[in-house]
């Protein structure tokens, strides 16, 4: 079955790195885009990055543009988000999730985040 | 970039009732919206995607639909098991923006 499995968080610094690992299991890796979704304490998802199956092509939000990198090892099924110069602002849950995609007449469709992992909690603080 | 609001922000309702969020996106945008519920504790789960067609499991109470360019999220007769929050997502293009949820709990 599919399995998306994070790692990697804890309480780190404001100002300090922090990578992230989520290791993916029961489908091919390297024939779907992933996701991070992050979750602030009591608050709604916010998107944080993407990366295309093949690795050529990453978005970001606003909010973590130049600090974070999103990047996957597909020969070890993992994706990986890189935080540098952390805030307060970036403690939450972050989660992984897969861009699901499905194929009919007219071809390639995404679907949205169809497997999440339970998320990691990162806290920033001093 | 396109913003993503919900209303209601949360609501209350009883058991068999029929219930109806909305989504509405600040400029057109493709079908490419989806449906998300968060249990507290829990990763989201997709319900719905492309507005309307339902992610494979997900109960036939559940339904999406489309009107310009607000989407709607309708559960025919609430359920004690969807005591949850909804969310939103355009996921056409970048950044894949969420709405900022729908909570929704039994009277």
């Known amino acids: 079955q599919v399995q998306l499995v994070e790692s990697g968080g804890g309480v780190v610094q404001p100002g300090r790195s922090l990578r992230l690992s989520c290791a993916a299991s029961g489908f091919t890796f390297t024939s779907y885009g992933f996701h991070w979704v992050r979750q602030a304490p009591g608050k709604g998802l916010e998107w944080v990055a993407f990366?295309?199956?093949?690795?050529?092509?990453?978005n970001y939000a606003d909010s973590v543009k130049g600090r974070f990198t999103i990047s996957r090892d597909n020969p070890k099924d993992t994706l990986y988000l890189q935080m540098s110069s952390l805030r307060a602002e970036d403690t939450a849950v972050y989660y992984c999730?897969?861009?699901?995609?499905?194929?009919?007449?007219?071809?390639?469709?995404?679907?949205?985040?169809?497997?999440w992992g339970q998320g990691t909690l990162v806290t920033v603080s001093s | 970039d396109i913003q993503m609001t919900q209303s209601p922000s949360s609501l209350s309702a009883s058991v068999g009732d029929r219930v109806t969020i909305t989504c509405r996106a600040s400029?057109?945008?493709?079908?490419?919206l989806a449906w998300y519920q968060q249990k507290p504790g829990k990763a989201p789960k997709l319900l719905i995607y492309a507005a309307s067609t339902f992610q494979s499991g997900v109960p036939s109470r559940f339904s999406g639909g489309r009107s310009g360019t607000d989407f709607t999220l309708t559960i025919s007769s609430l359920q004690p098991d969807d005591v949850a929050t909804y969310y939103c997502q355009k996921y056409d293009s970048a950044p894949f923006t969420f709405g900022p949820g729908t909570r929704v709990d039994i009277k």
């Open positions: 400029q057109a945008i493709t079908n490419y």
């Open positions: 999730a897969r861009d699901g995609y499905f194929y009919d007449s007219n071809g390639y469709n995404p679907k949205g985040n169809d497997y």
């Open positions: 990366i295309q199956f093949d690795g050529t092509n990453e």
